[in-house]
């Protein structure tokens, strides 16, 4: 089982800008920070050689690629 706790972010300006189909074309900037508040996901391989992928909402895959 993996277990990630990770800080949220907040984005102040930029968006999009950091993904390369916008940069490629135009100025790409990200002004952003993170803060006191944490999103908590978890994964693990159930009996089945299915995935399951817990946040807000539980998916199940079959690869990783496809979290």
Known sequence: MIISKTPRRMSFAGGGSDMREYYKN?????????????????SNKIFR?????????A???NQVKDV
């Open 26 to 42: 135009g100025f790409g900037a990200v002004l952003s920070t993170s803060i006191d508040k944490y999103i908590y996901i978890s």
């Open 49 to 57: 050689d299915i995935i399951r992928v817990s946040y807000s909402t």
């Open 59 to 61: 998916k199940h895959v």
